[in-house]
Nanobody, 117 residues
Framework: QVQLVESGGGLVQPGGSLRLSCAASGSDFRFYTMRWYRQAPGKQREPVATISNIISGSRTDYTDSVKGRFTISRDNAKNALYLQMNSLKPEDTAVYYC????????WGQGTQVTVSS
């Protein structure tokens, strides 16, 4: 089964950028539609960006609040998922997780993103 490890979070000023990475173990990564989720304090975990599997051509989709600012990508040869986040806003502050869509894999520890001046 695929195991997930997120990294790349940190503290950034509004308007700044971060690139999150998700390292996946296992040999079936390319067959999963993958998604970035986030959970802000006191809120439910929500989907942020989705990329379909290799069979579906790696099509992407985004929640409205991040369209035009975030870009999801994957490297199936490296078993890796990425989230490029630009023009960050304080409301993007959350713990970010990767998982399949729907979430069927063990959750990783997530990576904290804090946007603050």
């Amino acid at each position: 089964q695929v195991q997930l490890v997120e990294s790349g979070g940190g503290l950034v000023q509004p308007g700044g950028s971060l690139r999150l990475s998700c390292a996946a173990s296992g040999s079936d990564f390319r067959f999963y539609t993958m998604r970035w989720y986030r959970q802000a304090p006191g809120k439910q975990r929500e989907p942020v960006a989705t990329i379909s599997n290799i069979i579906s051509g790696s099509r992407t989709d985004y929640t409205d609040s991040v369209k035009g600012r975030f870009t999801i990508s994957r490297d199936n040869a490296k078993n890796a998922l990425y989230l490029q986040m630009n023009s960050l806003k304080p409301e993007d502050t959350a713990v970010y997780y990767c998982n399949s869509n729907p979430p069927s894999l063990p959750w990783g520890q997530g990576t904290q993103v804090t946007v603050s001046s």
